[in-house]
């Protein structure tokens, strides 16, 4: 592949994208599509006159806008998490810029006069003759090592101060928050010791209020849910239902808040049913059957954040299985299927899904290996005859060598993300957040092996991984694959890179769905009920991965860097773009993809160390080699000094930070209008949009069925500013 | 080998035991060795007689002793610890009786008939013939793969019963302890912020005053001790003094018990007047010069357990290298010197620790090819012409070839522990138990690495570390490694097990050492200073690697088990006598070497089970190997169930314990003594024998230093009863 295919197939995608984003600029101000493109500020009605002409001339104004946001404003709208995602980029940027520097003035010229030949011109010269395997063996090879060596302690600077920066933001977002975390008074008990005696909900209360009496404030059981259960329960009862109100009258009454407003109407009566058994104490059949709902879970409000994060973490018994306790997620964020899940069954789910989840990389293998083959062009004609006149067409082999099967690859790779997040959910996390970070993960694995490794090491299953059972070879065999790959990973990232943008900016799934809501089904409602969450899972992977290609690419074939920076660029107005109009933020992550983010980059600077190492072993230039190897031990150092001086603050939160919390709602007298708002923040039975139904029956409220007896009843605060908001939704 | 060679290396082992234990039967009697042999009892006079006669006639009655102690006695003297090894033993008694009896029924005749051949008389049957080498390629294997599975089923079940028990007896240890334990009271600070206004103490004191306002105590700083520290304080304040005592009068107050009772006299004046300037308000040269001396360290002791174990566990501030708090260890397990170290660099130590070990473990490997070299006749003959005649003599053949190697083997060995213990003691470890955990975690690496896969892999550095780096030929491999050395296994057994034994009751060295105090110093005293304490370091990695040789090499050579059986039978009694008797327990460490035995026997048996793979595949039984996996499978999930249900008890002691505790001491109103005595427990500049003069200065004390302000001063317990024992030292 010479420069021009490659300017081809860039020329291409930038026409592409120059098109798709124009489309995009027109169709964001359709009022018809606002709910595809304005998700997140539907709630605050646009009315904004836009006229007629103006609605179908592109115009750039959503990149102003995306280019001024501020950081602050990043985290009002989106959170931690945004944030967190944001910096990705702008560290990404930032490195790059350097190496790409660096590489322009150090490592392309030497590239370029590495071995004595008769260069072309420019444009149909060879890619190769960029990358390192134009040096002659037995060079110095110092502009390489230097390059590696300014680029390593870029990175590490960089991410030095990212880290500490995330950590920092991280804490002024838990102690700066506006409105209290409920999730800091609560915690998640799973793993309740079955009593015949007494009911779930007796047996926490009694254990609670003798092992933190001074803390302890009241509980919430955990109902099962589902919709087999729904209908199991509902048929159930209304068979008791009707079988008693022959012997006496059925008062439901309207007990517990938390079941009023569920999304099926008569689950809600028969829940009241249910609540109103339980608050009998007498020991009929109904009692038993009452019990049976509940799960061996429950939330444990406690009356300060110390107090909570305490029981959160220590063994509670001396049988581990029992009595599991954990910091409950945020209200929002409660994966409420998952907590029903027996604790004992979590290790084993946990084996399944890694099995299962190594096991599908593994088989995702083949047809990635058949996309593979198709950049082969006289396979290609081999195995379809009939297409060999359009493959001798110019233009048209240059699509198929540089487009084609990155694009097939791209497409497979769309089925991953729904697959690994099925695998998280079953895994059993108790959060939301928690299990799209564990998808995040599986997603990262996945793409890195089978985008890179599997594209490197090119061929059947057996033979890739034959080449990961003799490591010491490791490095030279990446020597040999990885610069001989690297054109192949440029046009990836033209392709899978650029175009991945132009989806995302463009909504189109979406978009489409609008489109045959509107125009088939005739609905024209505005509701943005479908409005989504960010892709975590899907964009942090994907952006790691092309930084991962960078590194690994960067000294070897440095004709990837322009490219890749172009797209970080892109990138980041895109997603703050996103971040700003599209997605809902129903829950905060506390920033916990940067540990991910930091943890790839330092993989990324190991892996094209050890690359390097090899090729400059296989240049037989020893100098080189012997100064690679204090730069690998050096970085392995930095990652250990990173993980002991930042990491703990990602996993706990320090008891001063709470400490001081605790003291100045105390200072303030908030803690009552806390504590009755706890129940209502964890309302397992409450949609989004019943959540309004839900408080609007506190009036209703008579007697709580479980009131926490240190608890004054009765002042029930019905503003719906003081309930819990989810954090950080603005409007 | 043949048969009657192994017999006849197996009679000098008898015969060697059997005069050596005759010995120490006679030389234990004697008076004069009370020291090397009841060290621990020497504290109650023995003051039975024992007539001229008797004194001089080997007897068993230790042996009836040793067998008649009861696991309770064994706990009162020995500790938890103590316990744990005993269990150890107990399990691989067991577990290779029932792989003893399986593999000679089912194994031994399969192996001995596996092949069409003449057998000669089995005592000049060669060895081989009972291995599996001697089973024809293409046959069934059912037996040997019948007793995988039963060995494997039977040590997993008896693995699940002693963790259960273990974690209960650890319970039961930490509940029902006779005197309350200071350490569950206490926390260790490291990482205090230096501050150029306060003293460290004054810093400590605000933090946990105003951040553990309902739980603190008091709290004891550590000061800086050390051999050249203490030198070098002498001289800097003795001049002071001099100088000052020109101005002023010097009055050394003896205010605080704890430096009252130094081991030198010098500086038990000079620490006073240290304490004496830090009592005072004004800021002098003085008070700076005090101020050097303590640490960034200090004890901070809680009202009740729970409060402590909380401070202990989390993170106190966003920063995670300051204020890092430990559970503070046990008064006499304090590792005083490495209190000191400042907290930043003990992750640089770790991994430099990790990385000497390892090293040392690689460059080990000279000598001990050097030792194998020896095995072989032919080379020895060629290296040394003039022993020709002496190697053609049958006996000394045999001698040779099974003694020597090993004999030399153990030699070296014997260097390993020590080097190991001062690589733990550098790592930072903050007591004296964790040091010789990690020290245990090295030599068992180094062990089972240096004597069981260098023997295997025999030959040049190099040529071992590549077996390992094809990852996929390792089962086969080993496969036709393993079988091959399992007579070599054999004598190691018979050499270096049965002989350790006997030196481990002889107690060559203190022995030695004692004639030479008696004979050649003519010092006469009884003292008991040079009392040890039990290796653990040295012997659970001993116990755990013949372990390993045993389940690697059960179904292989079957041969090896009876000597196994013997060697772990002797070491039961010898082990119980030296705790009853030699070894003093000064501190307690939980039973923490439980987790690394059953790690080590899973870790054996799956190691067992791969080689069966390997050996299975080699023999193109593929019956066998299909059936192996499962196995390996299961034993994987057996493995990871016991790390989820037992292991956290072993990180932790549980909230309902320590509470349960906690309002047991309250009812019981032994508090208040409890917080009297705990800044005795932890005194720093007293050794054992200066205890007692700790406590008669008690009398003098007119005030604490720093008084704990919410304690009843002038209180105090001059009880020796009742200051902290060393938990478990029994009389």
């Known amino acids: ?271 009241n049913e249910i609540d109103s058994i339980n608050g009998r104490t007498g020991y009929t059949d109904r009692h038993i059957d009452g019990r049976k709902k509940e799960c061996a879970a429950a939330f444990v409000f406690f009356k300060n954040r110390y107090a909570a994060l305490m029981a959160a973490q220590n063994l509670q018994t001396s049988n581990p299985m029992l009595w599991v306790t954990d910091l409950a997620p945020e209200p929002n964020d409660v994966y409420w299927t998952n907590l029903c899940i027996p604790y004992r069954q979590l290790w084993v789910r946990k084996i399944a899904t890694v099995v299962a989840s190594g096991t599908f990389m593994l088989v995702f293998l083949i047809p990635v290996t058949f996309a593979q083959g198709l950049t082969q062009l006289d396979k290609l004609e081999k195995m379809f005859p009939f297409l060999t006149e359009i493959l001798q067409m110019k233009f048209m082999s240059e699509v198929v060598i540089g487009y084609l099967p990155s694009a097939i690859l791209v497409l497979f790779l769309c089925a991953v993300p729904p697959v690994m997040m099925l695998f998280s959910a079953v895994e059993g996390s108790i959060s939301r957040s928690g299990r799209k970070k564990s998808a995040c993960y599986k997603v990262l694995y996945f793409t890195i092996w089978n985008v890179f490794f599997v594209n490197v090491f090119a061929g059947s299953v057996i033979s890739q991984l034959s080449v990961f059972s003799s490591i010491t070879e490791l490095p030279a065999q990446l020597a040999k694959a990885v610069p001989a790959q690297a054109t192949y990973f440029t046009t990836y990232v033209l392709s899978s890179g650029w175009a991945s943008l132009a989806c995302e900016i463009m909504q189109l799934f979406p978009l489409f769905c609008n489109l045959f809501q509107r125009f088939v089904l005739r609905s024209g409602d505005d509701s943005n009920d479908g409005a989504l969450s960010f892709p975590y899972h899907t964009e942090v992977p994907r952006v790691l991965l092309f930084g991962f290609l960078g590194f690994s690419c ?68 020893t100098v080189a080699s012997g100064f690679t190897i204090p730069l690998l031990l050096g970085t392995l150092l930095f990652h250990q000094y990173c ?89």
């Open 1 to 271: 592949m010479d420069i021009a295919a490659l300017l081809a197939s860039a020329g291409i995608n930038v026409l592409l994208c120059a098109v798709l984003f124009s489309l995009y600029s027109i169709l964001r101000k359709q009022p018809s599509n606002a709910n595809v493109y304005f998700g997140r500020r539907l709630a605050s009605r646009r009315d904004k006159h836009v006229d007629l002409l103006e609605r179908f001339v592109p115009s750039p104004t959503w990149v102003m806008k995306a280019w001024e946001t501020t950081q602050d404003e990043i985290l009002d709208i989106g959170g931690m998490d945004a944030v967190v995602f944001s910096r990705m980029l702008v560290f990404s940027i930032r490195v790059f810029t350097i190496a790409a520097v660096i590489c322009t003035i150090l490592v392309l010229p030497a590239n370029y006069y590495g071995r004595d030949r008769i260069h072309k011109d420019i444009p149909f010269e060879s890619l190769e003759v960029f990358t390192i395997e134009n040096v002659q063996e037995g060079s110095r090879l110092w502009a390489h090592c230097l390059a590696l060596y300014i680029i390593t302690l870029a990175a590490c600077t960089l991410l030095y101060f990212e880290f500490k920066n995330v950590a920092n933001l991280r804490l002024v977002h838990i102690i700066g928050a506006s409105a209290p975390n409920p999730s800091h008074f609560a915690i998640l008990v799973r793993g309740i010791p079955w009593s015949s005696e007494e009911s779930y909900y007796d047996t926490v209360k009694k254990f609670f209020s003798y092992y933190h009496a001074s803390a302890y404030l009241s509980h919430q059981m955990v109902y099962k849910s589902g919709t087999v259960q729904k209908m199991k329960d509902d048929a159930e009862l209304m068979y008791k239902m009707l079988g008693d109100s022959l012997g006496k009258t059925c008062k439901p009454s309207f007990s517990q808040c938390c079941f009023c407003g569920g999304p099926t109407n008569s689950f809600k009566k028969i829940s």
């Open 643 to 731: 993980r002991e001086r930042f990491l703990p603050v990602f996993r706990n939160t320090a008891t001063q930070v709470l400490i001081d919390m605790d003291k100045r709602d105390e200072r303030c007298g908030r803690m009552k209008d806390i504590y009755n708002q706890l129940h209502t923040a964890y309302c397992q039975f409450s949609s989004d949009s019943s959540k309004s139904e839900c408080f609007s029956c506190h009036h209703k409220e008579s007697t709580r069925v479980h009131p926490p007896e240190d608890l004054e009843t009765g002042k029930e605060n019905n503003n719906k500013d003081m309930s819990w908001p989810p954090v950080h939704r603005s409007s």
């Open 554 to 621: 960067s000294i070897l074939a440095p004709l990837i860097l322009p490219f890749l920076l172009f797209y970080f660029f892109l990138a980041y107005l895109v997603y703050r773009n996103q971040i700003l109009n599209v997605y809902v933020t129903r829950y905060d992550g506390g920033g916990q993809y940067w540990p991910i983010a930091h943890n790839t980059a330092v993989f990324s600077l190991i892996f094209a160390q050890v690359i390097a190492l090899g090729v400059f072993g296989l240049k037989q230039s």
